[in-house]
């Protein structure tokens, strides 16, 4: 079985700060890891993954993620945050050793982001 | 391209009536998905297609149900509605093993 947490309900921070979201997972085989955001009313729109390869992971909007085999964590981060970056933003795991027919996502509750002005 | 477009946005169902939700997937996309997102939740995954055929499916009962059709495009039918099924019902279309999933606004189901 696949699971994600994501600690924290909601995340708080001044505009220009640097913001991260927290992740971790856990999988039996090898992660493909993945950040969606959602806005109100709005579907989920991907920012970024790591399939392999580069523990540091660039993404949309200048977001990044680093993947911590170690600490089995995916934590999403941005070096300046933006008003327009307050969304929920959603973990998701697939594991690697599922299937090839398999593309079942396990996200996490999610992490609502407030950046303050 | 339009994306993964559902329909309709928003529905209002009585309880024990039947519902049916339909995705298009993103062009060249093959793979259809389904996940339920209750309010306050993250997305949970009901079940995917792949060539006309249920692949892989969460831990839903058998009230959910779907199809996909030649053109990749896909329906999700819940019969005998509960007023627990009051949902976002959310399509993702996806191509290879290796990519992300891209998903739809969403279907916003309100059961009374």
């Known amino acids: 079985a696949q699971s994600v947490a994501q600690p924290e309900d909601q995340v708080n921070v001044a505009e220009g700060n640097p913001l991260t979201v927290k992740c971790t997972y856990s999988?039996?085989?090898?992660?493909?890891l993945f950040w969606y955001v959602q806005y109100p009313n709005r579907g989920l729109q991907f920012l970024l993954k790591?399939?392999?390869?580069?523990?540091l992971v660039k993404g949309s909007y200048g977001f990044e993620a680093e993947f911590n085999k170690s600490q089995t964590s995916f934590h999403l981060k941005k070096p300046s945050a933006l008003v327009s970056d307050s969304a929920l933003y959603f973990c998701?795991?697939?594991?690697?050793?599922?299937?090839?027919?398999?593309?079942?996502?396990?996200f996490g509750k999610g992490t609502k982001l407030s950046v303050i002005p | 391209d339009a994306g993964v477009t559902q329909s309709p946005t928003h529905l209002i169902k009585t309880r024990g009536q039947q519902v049916t939700l339909r995705c298009s997937p993103k062009?060249?996309?093959?793979?259809v998905s389904w996940y339920q997102q209750a309010l306050g939740q993250g997305p949970q995954f009901i079940f995917q297609?792949?060539?006309?055929?249920?692949?892989q499916r969460g831990n839903f009962p058998d009230r959910f149900s779907g199809h996909q059709f030649p053109n990749y495009s896909s329906e999700l039918n819940v019969n005998a509605l509960l007023l627990g099924d009051s949902a976002l019902y959310l399509c993702?279309?996806?191509?290879?093993?290796?990519?992300?999933?891209?998903f739809g606004q969403g279907t916003r189901l309100t059961v009374v």
């Open positions: 993702a279309s996806s191509i290879t093993v290796n990519t992300e999933a891209f």
């Open positions: 999988v039996s085989g090898n992660p493909y």
């Open positions: 790591y399939i392999t390869g580069d523990n």
């Open positions: 998701a795991v697939r594991d690697m050793n599922s299937g090839a027919g398999s593309y079942q996502l396990t």
């Open positions: 062009s060249g996309h093959d793979t």
């Open positions: 297609y792949y060539e006309e055929e249920e692949r």
